[in-house]
Nanobody, 119 residues
Framework: QVQFVESGGGLVQPGGSLRLSCAAS????????MSWYRQAPGKEREWVAA?????????NYVDSVKGRFTISRDNAKNTVYLQMNSLKPEDTAVYYC???????????WGQGTQVTVSS
């Protein structure tokens, strides 16, 4: 069955960096675009970043993270990453991954990984 296991979150000061990982299983990872999403307290889950399954297609980001976050993938490891730099308090949220380019494809979600940006 489909499974996503997110990791790498934590507490970081404003301006700091974190690298999130998401290990996927239960489907042919290399055939799917992948995305990161986040959900802040009291808010709906929002899409953050997307990477296509094929090389040559540009990645895409929500405006609020452009220039600070970078999504990447390793098809040999069935893993997608999110490098987050210059973190801001408003980046505080639980971060999730799913298959799909912006629109989530799988109905099953992982447990997410908590990112807290605070001094």
């Amino acid at each position: 069955q489909v499974q996503f296991v997110e990791s790498g979150g934590g507490l970081v000061q404003p301006g700091g960096s974190l690298r999130l990982s998401c290990a996927a299983s239960g489907f042919t990872f290399s055939n799917y675009a992948m995305s990161w999403y986040r959900q802040a307290p009291g808010k709906e889950r929002e899409w953050v970043a997307a990477i296509a399954f094929a090389a040559g297609i540009p990645t895409n980001y929500v405006d609020s993270v452009k220039g600070r976050f970078t999504i990447s993938r390793d098809n040999a490891k069935n893993t997608v990453y999110l490098q987050m730099n210059s973190l801001k308090p408003e980046d505080t949220a639980v971060y999730y991954c799913n298959a799909g380019f912006q629109i989530p494809t799988m109905t099953r979600w992982g447990q997410g990984t908590q990112v807290t940006v605070s001094s």
